[in-house]
């Protein structure tokens, strides 16, 4: 099955086509092929993608533990101005602090702050809202200073893909007064909605991609188990009445995605709504770019946002 012809970032592209000429196809965070769901969900952490890399002369990791939620935390060793509690992907059913532990070493040097990672519960074992409940775990757990490693005084969220869901969740809260303070998040590919297959976003891509309009509605009948009933704000921000007095937003989204739209959308309502939004919609990448091997478009897509993310520290 050929690469999606939208697909056009040369790295990328080459790194589907050798992914697609070992699996035989485009491999998916949830494939379309019907299946038992317990045996996708174990060939999904199974992942054997998924490593820890070594630190080096620029950064270090710290593997920590608060009351059970397992946490790593990455320090660039230059110093930093602030610290992201973040949340993985993997369409809150995947991931581990292992999954996601390239990309939140790059943006730990991008944008010159600590990342602390959260090994939050996965549905459908947990589902909606325990993935959101550990982050806010995590955040309260920085904002007693993690022993001493963090400045409560600067603290953010970040998240990718359904970890970008929670983080901006978890946004919410925070600006209803429900957790600590922060100073921004960081919504990277982030789920913001539920499934919607008449975005044309989703209309645009049912194949041949890393994730599908299908597999996401996977991915939410696993999350939200009710899903046929009313949506939950806290599963999907997009829908909240009012957005002001949210925290400074930089989102990312991917032009070859089905949340793309979604993504937009809510870089419009927060800015409409006065808050400051630093948005990039990377041509020519689908789902899952940032975390694909040292890619230019990710390190280009980090560098672009940085600065935006330094100055809600300063």
Not at 162 to 186: D, F, S, T
Request: charged content about 20%.
């Amino acid at each position: 099955m050929p690469v999606h012809p939208a697909i056009t970032d040369p790295a990328v592209r080459a790194h589907l086509e050798r992914l697609a000429a070992q699996a035989g196809t485009i491999p998916s965070g949830a494939t379309d092929a019907e299946g038992d769901d317990a045996a996708r969900i174990a060939e999904l952490r199974a992942n054997p993608s998924w490593v820890r890399l070594p630190d080096d002369d620029a950064l270090e990791s710290i593997d920590l533990d608060d009351d059970g939620l397992a946490l790593r935390l990455y320090r660039p060793r230059a110093g930093h101005c602030g610290t992201l509690v973040f949340a993985h992907g993997g369409g809150w059913v995947a991931g581990n602090l292992d999954n996601n532990d390239a990309l939140c070493r790059a943006l730990a040097l991008a944008t010159g702050t600590q990342v602390l990672s959260a090994d939050y519960r996965l549905a459908p074992e947990h589902p909606f809202p325990a993935g959101l409940d550990d982050l806010d775990q995590a955040l309260r757990f920085a904002a007693t200073g993690a022993g001493g490693l963090v400045d409560p005084a600067r603290l953010g969220v970040a998240g990718h893909s359904a970890g970008g869901n929670l983080a901006a969740a978890l946004a919410l809260r925070v600006r209803e007064g429900r957790g600590p303070g922060i100073r921004c998040q960081v919504l990277l590919c982030p789920v913001l909605d539920a499934p919607d297959p008449t975005r044309p976003s989703y209309l645009a891509h049912t194949e041949n991609l890393p994730l599908t309009a299908r597999g996401m509605q996977w991915y939410w009948g696993l999350y939200v188990r009710d899903a046929a009933g009313p949506v939950p704000v806290g599963a999907a921000p997009l829908r909240a009445a009012d957005l002001a007095g949210s925290a400074p937003a930089v989102i990312v989204a991917a032009e070859v995605d089905p949340l793309s739209d979604e993504a937009e959308e809510y870089a419009d309502r927060l800015e409409a709504s006065g808050v400051s939004v630093d948005f990039v919609r990377r041509a020519g990448v689908p789902h899952l770019f940032l975390v694909f091997p040292s890619t230019p478009a990710r390190d280009e897509v980090l560098a672009r946002v940085a600065p935006a993310v330094r100055a809600a520290f300063a």
